[in-house]
């Protein structure tokens, strides 16, 4: 198996040396050296291994952890106190934590919640579980338009008495499509109830857009370290300070008894500092221009490779107010699984979303059905997403890499038919 080098200054001990590119930041990214440094530091401390719940000296060294990074995702996203952080082990978990906390002490009323087509599993299961084993739980989902945006005034209809709970996507995953939240959370205050609570998934888009909750005005938010340089298995769920929940599992009173279970204060540590770093608008914005101007590269050099011969062979999906790293493109007549296997040494990206092929059935991802791509469409679509460590020679190798792989897959076609 070919193995690969991402260059972030640790991962030099591999014998093949031969470089993957790297264009699935949105799956998921690789650490920031100094996430890494941090987390390296702490293992080789010996006086910060202590259970964070002991009294004694090793035990408040590894509480004075947790306190520490719990003050840098605070300030990451403006909370307004650092106990509106509650650790979770991903943005999972704390999508099921905010969806199943918020309804699980009423579930003996009518509850009403609203949401998009297009959401994450971990948000639509946690739904279909609710509505199937409880008939008091009601879901509607809100229209979007060809670009994946909100429609505010289906929005607003949608609405009503007895709404508790709205969890809406701050970003998507597949088209990067930036939802309105801002407007949302307002349409909520001046219709919906004065209990009704919302919730945003902000997975993708902490480290690529600036995310301040007091502006949202959100009352619970969804961070996933792993999407932006940090550990995997580590998140975070912003509950506003006064909104109740229950937790979802049994144990002690960690996580202000809303998540039991001894922290994994290694992770903390590399979620805090991942979000120190994302902290500085600067520092923000100096990543954003350069996954963007990746990103745009990437888009023109295609264009200029094949829809000079063919204007509708490269059809891009989503509006130009996306995630600045993200490009959606469905290549006409082109097999996208296919495609990304044809690459899978060389280059990571992927389908547009895996979609499921059996005999049977032909299924394609919630988002590409949302914005009403054809299965066959969808079929042809795959999703590139660079990060800040992404370099113009990785996007000109990788306008190559694709380019004659299309060319090959276009030119069986050709064969294909002249042989019918
Ligand atoms: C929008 C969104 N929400 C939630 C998640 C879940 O994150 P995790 O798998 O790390 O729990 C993801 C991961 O792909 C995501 O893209």
Redesign the pocket.
Known sequence: MTSFTIDNGLHNNHTDMSHMIYLDN??TTCEDKSVIESMINHLKCTNSFGNPSSSHFLGIQARYLIDEAREQVRSSINASYSNEIIFT?????S?NLAIHGILKPNLNKLQHIITSPF??P??VNILKYLQNSNKNIQVSFVQVDSNGIIDLEHFRQLLKPETKLVTI?H???EIGSIQPIEEIVNLCREYGSSDLIIHS?A??SMGKVPIDVSCLDVDLL?I?S??FHGP??I?ALYIRQGIKLEPILYGAQHEQGLRPGTENVLAIIGLGRACQLISNKYSLNKRIEQMKRTRDRLYQGLIKQFNQNDENLIIRNGNEQCLPNTLNLTFRGINAKQLVNQLSDRLAFSTGSACHEDNQHQIISSTLQAIGLSYKSARSTIRLSTSYMTTDDEIDQAIILITNAVKQQLSSLDNEHQNI
């Open positions: 949105n799956a082990s991903g943005g999972t978990e999508n959401e994450h971990s948000i996507m970003s998507n995953n998934d997975s993708q969804t996933c792993h999407k995997k298995g998140g």
